[in-house]
C-alpha cells in the first residue's frame, strides 16, 4: 500500500510566534512554505533596511532557524544563524543570519533566491518565502496615545513603534497602501491543503498579511483549510483584549474572511464565553487544547501545538 502523501501547508506570520508554529508544523509535514512579514524597522533587520534598501531579514532569519532539521548538525546550525555579533564595534547587535541573508541577496539581486540557498545550506524542512517584493511600513490609529485626550485617534509609524506603544490600536494599513505580493507566496497559498495563520503580534505579524491585495485574494479564495492558531493570551499591541476581538479584528481588516478551525489554548478560550459565536460567524470551529509552554511563559508548547495541528490538518 503507498504511504499517504503528506499535506502541504503554508504558514503566515512573522517572528517568534511564526517561529513556533512552524516549529510544531515540520513535526508533521516537510511539505511546507513559510510566509513571513516583511516591515520590521527595528533592530539589525532595521539597521540594514536602511543602509541597502532590502527587506529586513531579521524575521525570515528566525523562519530559517525554526526550520533546521533536529539533529545536531541542524540545531547547530539554528544556533549560528541566531548568534549575534558582540562588542562595541560596527557589526555588534547583527544577527550573523541577517548578514549572510543580506550578503547573499546582494550577490544573487533576488530574494528568493538567496533564502533558497540559505535554506539549501541548512537542510531546512520547508521553504520560506517573504510575503512582498518591498519592504513595508506599518501605519496604526492608536487611542490614548495623549493621557490628557484619551478619546483622541492619532497615528503612529514603524513596526517597532507600534508594537511596544501602550496606546490601544485600533486599526492598521502598510505603506505603500497596495503592495505587491511575492508570486511564489500567492502560487503556494493557491496550491496548499491547509494554510496557518498565527499565532503572533496581531497588528504587525498576523493581520499584515491579509493587506497584500494578492496575498488576501489568495487567502480568501483557496480552497486549503484555513487555521487560525490564537495566542496563549493577549500580549503588547492586544493586552486586554478577549480571544472574540481577536477574531473580530480579522474580519474587520479582512472582509468576506472565512476559517475552517481556531486553535485557542484552553486557559484563554475559557475567559471568553462569546469565542465560540464569532469563530462560527466565519463559517469555522473552535478547538481548545493546552498548548501553552510548560514553564509558564505565554508561548506555545512546539509539541502540544504539533498533536493538535496534526489532528486538524489531517481531518
Known sequence: MMASRLPRVVALGGGHGLAASLTALRRITDRLTA?????????????????????????LRMALAALCSDDHEGRTWADVLQARFRGDGPLAGHAIGNLLIAGLWQHFDDEVEGLDMVGSLLRTRGRVLPMSSVPLEIEADVLGLDPLEPDEVCTLSGQATVATSRATVQAVRLVPERPPARPEAVSAIREADSIVLGPGS???????????????????????????VLNI?????????????HIELLAE??????????IADERFAASDPHLEKFVTSLGGRVVTADVAARDGSPTHDPNRLAAVLSEVIAR
Not at 37 to 42: L, R, Y
Not at 233 to 245: H, L, N, Q, Y
Open 233 to 245: 493570551a493577549p500580549a503588547e499591541e492586544t493586552d486586554g483584549f478577549t480571544p472574540s476581538r
Open 35 to 59: 510566509v513571513v512579514t516583511v516591515a520590521d524597522d527595528g533592530g539589525s533587520s532595521g539597521r540594514l533596511r536602511r543602509e541597502f534598501g532590502c527587506l529586513p531579514p531579521g524575521d
Open 253 to 262: 481588516h479582512a472582509p468576506g474572511l472565512r476559517l475552517d478551525v481556531v
Open 202 to 228: 496581531w497588528f504587525t505579524s498576523v493581520i499584515p498579511h491579509l493587506l497584500v491585495p494578492d496575498l488576501a485574494a489568495a487567502i480568501l479564495g483557496t480552497r486549503a483549510q484555513r487555521v487560525l
